[in-house]
């Protein structure tokens, strides 16, 4: 991907040529290239490329859900129907309300292709963490913990076979 920096999906630092992140040393995620702002990405329409991405909904087959294990929201069920998905308070696609430290726009639930599914932290004040560990972006894999605020969300992830 031209103009584009690999990143940790851990901690969002730069990875070495190895693909390790010396800053936390992991090397447990795949690593995935996300473009960097200011790094001549020339993505002008990135912007409107995401919004593009909303409208698209999940390839055949696909079902996604994120089930809300701790949290005000302990109980609840949230169907991705859609390949990009915003998680916050307020007019979002997954709302998050009941918690006070969720960000209006937290983060984001993204499908690219037919085996990539990424969370995107979207510069929330709390973070957003997967596993225990706080990310800026990380591949997700069926069965992987997402906090943002003091909501705890388990992702399922079911593809065809």
């Given amino acids: 991907m031209t103009g584009a920096t690999n990143r940790c999906p851990a901690c969002g630092g730069p990875l070495d040529a190895g693909g390790r992140c010396p800053a936390c040393g992991d090397v447990s995620r795949k690593t995935v290239a996300i473009p960097v702002p200011g790094e001549g990405s020339g993505l002008g329409g990135a912007e409107a490329a995401h919004g593009d991405l909303a409208r698209v909904e999940l390839p055949e087959g696909w079902e996604i859900s994120l089930d809300v294990t701790a949290g005000p929201l302990a109980g609840r069920s949230f169907r ?59 591949d997700l894999q069926d069965g992987d913990e997402i906090r943002v605020g003091d909501t705890v969300l388990v992702v399922t992830i079911a593809t065809p076979p």
């Fill in 80 to 138: 991705v129907t859609r390949s990009r998905v915003i998680l916050g308070r307020g007019n979002v696609d997954i709302p998050l309300d009941e918690d006070p430290r969720v960000s209006r726009r937290h983060a984001s639930l993204e499908v690219y292709g037919a085996n990539c599914v990424l969370v995107k932290d979207l510069g929330s004040t709390n973070g957003t963490w997967v596993g225990g560990r706080r990310i800026t972006s990380c």
